[in-house]
């Protein structure tokens, strides 16, 4: 099911994610853009509105990123693959 805001005439769950990267007018923008560019390129697509975690994700993991940092393109892209397949597995066997 989409994110029920789109419903109420709010902002969906990537909508309010752009927001908040657009709010951060320093490197950590930029930074969080890239990521978010090479995690849509790796996820699944989603035509249908189903991943609507957002901002309210349960259960997380962390990469800590400073200034500075240079984002491994390929190996971010990988460990996102390698998450949705472990998700989709763990799914499966439901």
Not at 35 to 53: E, Q, S
Not at 63 to 72: A, Y
């Amino acid at each position: 099911m989409p994110d029920s805001a789109a419903f109420k005439g709010g902002p969906t769950a990537s909508q309010r994610i752009t927001a908040q990267i657009a709010e951060l007018n320093d490197w950590r923008g930029k930074m969080l853009a890239d990521l978010r560019t090479l995690i849509l390129a790796a996820a699944l697509k989603d035509p249908k509105g189903l991943f609507n975690a957002g901002l309210d994700a349960k259960t997380t993991r962390v990469i800590d990123l400073s200034e500075g940092d240079k984002l491994h393109a390929s190996a971010l892209k990988d460990l996102i693959r390698s998450a949705v397949a472990h998700n989709l597995s763990a799914r499966a066997k439901k």
